[in-house]
């Protein structure tokens, strides 16, 4: 069979092969049930072993521990924006880091909960770099910090957590790891809330995962929907409203190929090998341009440029042609982002900077 093209896509973005085929065979009957996934009670014996191997499954891939609940919600990141401050913020002081536009629009979304203050952004650099975390300007009353660990369209990637108990803050840490969660572990010892919408790296729209230490459960302000208060979820086993079943088999579905390629730890040294192909070639090229500062690149997101705008469209026509989608760059930055996602083969990569290659000889 002819090899599927490779799609660069930031989100919704691409699955492993393996994963769809699998879920095809499965589309009508599962596992001798009688019934599809979509077809299932959520509440029933089958549903019920989907859920529990999909976190059992993610629980061994993060290493995530015992004291943190892995909730599986609805709302996006975006919906986490405001589900985190009803939660979290008990209407007082949250700090935000901002640093492209997903950070800035937590920030801008969490004015509605509470007292959002900006400890420090990259605005500046035209979120081309990181604030040092030494300079944060933290509150000492604040409920938390909020980052974005990888910033989807400005290809920025905090490359080591902050640690803010070293920076003589109690508040613990709320990671938007929406797109380069199971790219890399997680320390959990740096982290009070981990959130991730699943179409970047994890499986379908729809499902978005909260992974939260428990201790901060239960401070919910009374506005707080009861779908979105992280402890009636947490109580109901993620079935207090009906869960995105069939997100959550796919993503389950996912987790299993994941430990099958090796885990975390093999996706991360893939996602370096990767990321070096890529930006080794951009700054070999004398041609293609990345912005980001060399020490936070993120390894997901890469976005880029040609040397002239004009030739954008010639460019993607190109790519298209070769099996190569969804390269546009996302229209605040412009320009090209190739997402470099765990389904991703280093093929792909290879593919694409064999393009570029070629479109620069044949351009430059
Ligand atoms: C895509 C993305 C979001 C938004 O997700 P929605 O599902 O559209 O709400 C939030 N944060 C980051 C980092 C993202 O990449």
Redesign the pocket.
Known sequence: MERRPYNFS??PAALPEEVLRQAAAEMLDWHGSGMGVMEMSHRGREFGAIIAQAEADLRELLAVPAHFKVLFMQ???????AIVPLNLSRGGVVDFVVTGS??A??YKEAQRYCEARLAASNESDKHTSLPSPAQWRLSPEASYVHI?S????HGVEFHELPDLAALGSRAPLVI????HILSRPIDWSRVGLAF??A??NIGP?GL?IVIVREDLLGHALPVCPSAFDYRIVADNGSMYNTPPTYAIYIAGLVFQWLKRQGGVAEMERRAVAKAALLYGHIDGSGYYVNNVAPGCRSRM?VPFFLPDDRLNEAFLAGAKERGLLQLKGHKSVGGMRASLYNAMPVEGVQALVDYMREFAAAHG
């Open positions: 930031a989100g709302g996006g990141g975006i919906g986490e924006n997903w950070s629009k937590s974005c990888n910033e989807t369209i938007d790891c929406s797109s991730a919408g179409q970047k729209a978005t997101n």
